[in-house]
């Protein structure tokens, strides 16, 4: 190379090194083309596929939900007390006992003819002035109820009222200090809220179990003659009975009354009484005694479509009433059995036991129009509400 040229050489190849690092970097500036296989999922393309919009979620905080309710339990369970009730039965005498060979063999040890019977539950303390509430079948017949709280004080408690219907019923006891749990708001309980079983199962003392709540409104259980369950999967076992369902702050949600199992163990279906139609019966027991509810005098039975059929119904909806108590509200007002029952107040019927529910809520003594249809014609009956009676005093004919 000629020695005039050397000075020339090094900034050529710089200058191409820096060409080709340009080229590299942005190739539009020589108009370079998609290559085509990229070309292929082109937006003009027939292959081409928009992107789906899929929603992100944000990453999960392991902090959301808390990691104890032990300050829930805390607060909600000193109000909860375990219940013991104890009555006494007659024994039956063996027959051999009847024939004098026989009893002289025993002299003056017979057999006893009584003997005492024991039963345990729980009970919720819900006033300061000592109302505890728990189910009619823990303290049924009892001739003693003991109860005892967690802070180791025990005292007998007496019976202000029971409502076997609602299996609910309502004891005082008589102690100062009283821890008192709150209640919450049922009609806002949701089905996935956290719910806690305190209560004493098995007579092991007081145990707490954790679920959710599985269903609220469950009915038709065949347990009581108004049902209005909340379901959780909580376990609860045997002595649970009138302990309290609480939410994940410590406020009262239900009354633990039944168990769903084949086994008489916890299944996870357990069932409790709303907290608000506890406090309402809690009330009308504290004040007058009794729970008083609306009465028509009537059986009824659910429409099914061959039923519906029969009458002349294009749908099943209504009842068809079965029985009509003797000089009962419904026997007043002429109605009769094979009459089939449509509306109440104007509120088609749309299952039966909800319009129990429904007529139970009104108050003896209000008129209450009906519509029915009687050997194929529709009816405006108007009927006196009555005062819902004992079972032994309502029969249909």
Not at 263 to 287: D, H, M, R, W, Y
């Amino acid at each position: 190379m000629r020695p005039y040229l050397l000075p020339y050489v090094w900034p050529a190849l710089i200058g191409v090194l820096l060409a080709i690092v340009l080229l590299n970097a942005f190739p539009q500036l020589i108009g370079r083309s998609e290559s085509p296989a990229i070309q292929a999922t082109s937006q003009n393309s027939p292959a081409y596929r928009p992107s789906p919009e899929i929603r992100q979620a944000e990453p999960m905080s392991r902090q959301q939900g808390p990691v104890s309710y032990a300050e829930a339990v805390e607060r909600a369970a000193p109000a909860v007390a375990n219940i013991y009730s104890s009555r006494v039965v007659e024994r039956e005498d063996h027959p051999l006992m009847s024939d004098p060979f026989f009893r002289q063999f025993f002299g003056d040890e017979m057999p006893a003819r009584q003997r005492m019977l024991s039963s345990l539950g729980s009970g919720v303390i819900v006033s300061e002035e000592g109302y505890v509430l728990t189910n009619h079948h823990v303290i049924k017949d009892a001739d003693q109820i003991q109860v005892a709280l967690r802070d180791g004080r025990e005292t007998l408690a007496k019976v202000i009222g029971t409502d076997p219907e609602s299996d609910l019923a309502v004891l005082q006891i008589d102690l100062d200090d009283l821890p008192v749990i709150e209640l919450a708001d049922s009609g806002r309980v949701a089905i996935g809220d956290v719910s806690l079983a305190i209560g004493n199962p098995f007579g092991v003392g007081q145990t707490v179990t954790m679920g959710i709540i599985s269903a609220t409104g469950r009915s038709q259980l065949g347990l009581n003659a108004y049902e209005d369950f909340i379901q959780t999967d909580a376990a609860i076992n045997p002595g649970n009975s009138g302990g309290a369902l609480i939410n994940a702050e410590g406020a009262l949600v239900g009354i633990n009354t039944a168990i769903f199992s084949r086994s008489g163990g916890s299944q996870g279906i357990g069932f409790a009484i709303p907290a608000n139609l506890a406090n309402s019966i809690l009330k009308e027991l504290v004040t007058q005694g009794r729970v008083i509810r609306g009465w028509l005098g009537v059986e009824a039975q659910e429409l099914n479509q061959a039923l519906a059929t029969s009458f002349g119904l294009s749908t099943p909806s209504g009842v068809v009433i079965t029985g009509v108590v003797p000089d009962g509200p419904a026997d007043d007002a002429g109605l009769k059995p094979r009459d089939v029952l449509l509306a109440i107040d104007g509120r088609p019927i749309m299952d039966a036991r909800l319009a129990m529910s429904e007529i139970a809520a009104i108050d003896p003594g209000e008129r209450l129009p009906l519509t029915i249809i009687r050997a194929g014609k529709r009816l405006e009956v108007t009927i006196l509400v009555g005062e819902r009676p004992p079972p032994a005093l309502r029969r249909p004919q």
